[in-house]
């Protein structure tokens, strides 16, 4: 049985589905059910999956099939191409697919520390062997300081989730409790080294308990225009 919510939001993707053949966006269906984040809308799609009304389908990421309405349980009328872009993505089964999905938690610094990790903005999916165990997240890079790691801006960072790293790894660092920046590591006695990797950037030192490590690249998708 769906909550009151969650069939709201089913009748909603069917509707829009069957009149404009092209699924609502994250911010309309949010607005539609007037639900405080983007997050609640993720819960909402991920709950009415298992339960078998909707099929987030592998290998194309942010595709949505309808499968069935909750009066009959018979098969959507939706359009023979019912399979449309939304604004998350893909969960698939990892035994029946090669990708998995992961949350994007917005920018990265790859130069200047900016503002901390935000909440989650969209959901990307990834080689499933590029993830072992554990959890995941992915960043968009802004910034040039580690181009000569192969990291530009504008790349997806795939990061895996820690708060420990080793001397040469590449992480995710929340400096001050405020800013985060993606740098390499380097412990030097008691003190913290994030480096850049391009010479038009210094190396900043850090007392331990100035640096807080949020996880470690595990990965990089790049998107050509």
Known sequence: MLTKKQHELLLYINKRLSEDGVSPSFDEMKEAL????KSGVHRLVSALEERGFIRRLAHRARALEVLKLPQTGAPASAPASNVVSASFGASPNPETSDSLDVPVLGRIAAGVPIEAIQHETDRLAVPANMISGGEHFALEVHGDSMIEAGILDG????????????????VVALVH????????????????????ANPAYETRIFGPNE???????VGLIRRYH
């Open 34 to 37: 007037n639900l405080a984040s």
């Open 155 to 170: 790349d997806l960072v795939v990061i895996k989730r820690g708060d420990t790293a080793n001397t040469g790894d590449i």
């Open 177 to 196: 409790d405020e800013e985060a920046t993606l740098k390499k590591l380097r412990k030097k006695g008691g003190s913290i080294a994030l480096e850049a």
């Open 211 to 217: 640096v807080k490590v949020q996880g470690r690249l």
